[in-house]
């Protein structure tokens, strides 16, 4: 039996969201956008404002942005492949909202990050402490373009 695989991302700029498309597209995959219930504006992504709505969410480690839409019928995949841009060092709160809101129990995820400057780091394992521990994680990688070939070689690794 094939796997189902759904390709979940947060996208401020759209980086990372055309990233998950094409990989929704290589790997036959569903795709779904995590969308914020109010949406970032440039002055919240102001990262050198630390008095931006960014800049205070990731400061406080108990802030979940609410998301607009939910994945229907998320028991009926095998793989989550869940994308999203690094901030500070780490996935967007929203990320972490995504992952509590669904049980992933007996789930394979796959994460991936688009970064300007840093890559994965410990973005990766920090997510593990948002679902339970009988998910099964692939190491996370760093894809800043939705290059076929490289994508098709992620893709045979860690599928």
Not at 66 to 91: C, H, L, R
Not at 124 to 129: C, I, Q, R, V
């Amino acid at each position: 039996m094939a796997k189902k695989i759904l390709v979940a991302v947060y996208s401020a700029s759209g980086v990372t969201k055309r990233v998950g498309e094409e990989i929704a597209k290589i790997c036959g995959g569903d795709f779904f956008e995590i969308v914020p219930k109010e949406i970032y504006t440039s002055d919240d992504l102001n990262w050198m404002n630390k008095n931006s709505r960014s800049s205070v969410e990731m400061n406080d480690p108990s802030a979940r942005p609410e998301i607009n839409g939910k994945v229907e019928d998320m028991d009926s995949y095998d793989t989550v492949i869940i994308g999203f841009p690094i901030w500070w060092g780490i996935a967007p709160r929203i990320i972490e909202t995504f992952l509590e809101s669904y049980d992933f129990s007996g789930k394979t995820i796959i994460p991936f990050c688009t970064s300007g400057g840093s890559g994965v780091g410990r973005s990766d394992s920090a997510l593990h402490k948002n679902v339970s521990a009988d998910v099964k994680w692939a190491k996370g990688v760093q894809i800043n373009r939705p290059r076929d070939n490289e994508i098709r070689k992620w893709l045979d690794k860690v599928l």
